[in-house]
């Protein structure tokens, strides 16, 4: 059925945005550009539901490569997701929705956790088990730990030693390696029950899993940081959890890190009970390859040892993730004078909008894609010169290519960031910000972050915005562009 009024007046982007999705519960709508309704689906995190290739009907809508598929999003409580899904259902009649999906194979969750601990167990320990958390929040519990999903469970406390991974695998820092390997543990491509959930980027170096009735939390430390230097020589003991070997802090190791512990950390860490014994017990024991899930880890650390991961590791980049950004051109201003006519897509009065002149939208972004490595490498000094894309507001909009005649298109600002200990560099486009608008004042003061942060073994190269010869993109629809007006 075609979408009326109502549903088109919802906040929508494109199949190929979706990353940008927004997070609340509600319902959403799969449509073409002829305004067609594919299919219609309930999510509690609508972007968490559409992450990379996980849902189930991803793989139909990229197969279709004449279409240009939007996805309309409109927020519902989630006690009341089922209602509402089968009456929208009922009223568009999505062909989709009566079509069969083929099953995929979903691994109990304790599989999940022994081929976790498998990877982390020469470099981690357990900390204790701690009591149910209950209701209580007088004791300033941060929002992650007061999690309503954790509070009547028994939680335990599995630590990830930096400082035992830089030494295990030989690293010169604490630093981009341990943070490959800890994405590398917690990453995976097979259906769970339940999986690690992420509490990024407010908390990124902690991982909960719910698994056999208990809580799981992982969270990578350094034992000089925790104690704050303060003498401490841990003993541990063998013990097993889901059936895999692992070690535990001793009765008395525990005690005495409670008795030397700081403050800030004191509540959760000060309640625990010594682990003595395997508390999860296997109900469906998967034959699973541990000895690969560890070597995979040391692969990691290898690679990087080597130079083919980290910054400039081209031939890792190739293979990674890329995210969508938004860059703010340095020619725009000069572009949207009279005599160009500027084709470009967004939202204008709350409505989205397709092939609209670039004048009527108050902010105008040139949208484009970076590997999401070399974003993570370049974000601390990057900030406001390159922003990750997100909905649009009310008065933005972008376009993918700026042609300043019928020959010339128009090709961003670019940095080039060098490795000195691989030789090896990676690039990333830039622009303007409202406080640094030219491309002489973006250069200053990216040079001024990265002299503050000490980043010595980097070197910095800077290509301002140039033209170039156009290339033919005859026949793609979809693609807002800067022509010449008549």
């Known amino acids: 059925m075609i979408a009326d009024t109502r549903l088109l007046g919802l906040v929508c982007t494109s199949l190929k945005m979706k990353d940008i999705l927004p997070e609340y519960a509600g319902i ?19 972007r968490k539901r559409w992450q990379g290739k996980s849902h189930h009907r991803i793989h139909q809508f990229i197969h279709q490569k004449n279409q240009d598929f939007r996805i309309f999003c409109e927020p519902v409580p989630v006690k009341q997701l089922s209602d509402v899904e089968t009456a929208r259902i009922s009223a568009y009649r999505p062909h989709l929705n009566n079509t069969p999906t083929k099953p995929k194979k979903v691994h109990p969750t304790e599989t999940l956790l022994r081929e976790t601990i498998a990877a982390i167990a020469d470099f981690s320990f357990i900390l204790g088990i701690e009591p149910p958390r209950g209701s209580n929040t007088e004791n300033g519990l941060i929002a992650i730990m007061a999690h309503p999903k954790v509070l009547p469970l028994e939680v335990i406390h599995i630590y990830v030693d930096s400082q035992q991974i830089q030494s295990l695998f030989k690293l010169e820092t604490i630093g981009d390696e341990v943070f490959a390997i800890r994405k590398h543990i917690f990453s995976t491509r097979k259906a769970y029950a339940n999986k690690w959930e992420a509490y990024t980027p407010q908390y990124p ?53 409670q008795k030397q512990l700081s403050s800030s950390y004191g509540y959760h860490i000060k309640r625990l009970r010594c682990y003595s014994s395997d508390c999860i017990p296997l109900l469906f024991n998967e034959n699973i390859d541990l000895d690969a899930r560890k ?21 890792s980049l190739r ?10 051109c340095f020619g725009f201003a000069t572009l949207q004078d009279s005599k160009i006519g500027i084709s470009a897509q967004g939202v204008i009065d709350g409505q989205w909008v397709d092939h609209q002149l670039a004048r009527n939208f108050e902010t105008l972004y040139f949208l484009t894609e970076v590997n999401q490595e070399t974003w993570r490498q370049v974000s601390s000094y990057l900030y406001d010169f390159v922003i990750p894309a997100q909905l649009l507001r009310n008065g933005e909009g972008y376009v993918t290519h700026v042609y300043v005649s019928p020959r010339k298109e128009l090709k961003l600002a670019r940095l080039t ?46 290509r301002a915005e140039t033209t170039t010869q156009a290339q033919q993109r005859a026949g793609r629809a979809g693609k807002a562009q800067f022509e010449i007006a008549p």
């Open 319 to 328: 293979n990674q993730k890329k995210i969508l950004i938004f860059v703010r």
């Open 417 to 462: 960031v060098k490795c000195k200990r691989t030789t090896t560099s990676v690039s990333i486009p830039l622009g303007a910000s409202p406080e640094f608008p030219t491309f002489e004042l973006v250069k200053a003061e990216i040079r001024r972050r990265v002299a503050s942060q000490n980043l010595n073994n980097i070197q910095l190269s800077f």
């Open 295 to 315: 070597e995979s880890v040391s692969k990691v650390a290898q690679d990087y040892s080597q130079g083919q991961r980290g910054l400039g590791s081209r031939g």
């Open 28 to 46: 959403y709508y799969v449509v073409d550009a002829s305004n067609t309704v594919w299919y219609i689906g309930q999510a509690q995190n609508i």
């Open 205 to 257: 170096f902690l991982h909960r899993l719910y698994v056999g009735g208990y809580a799981v939390e992982i969270a990578e430390w350094t034992i000089k940081s925790l104690l704050q230097n303060k003498p401490w020589t841990p003993e541990y003991h063998e013990v097993t959890l889901a059936g895999e070997v692992i070690r535990a802090l001793t009765p008395r190791s525990l005690a005495d890190l």
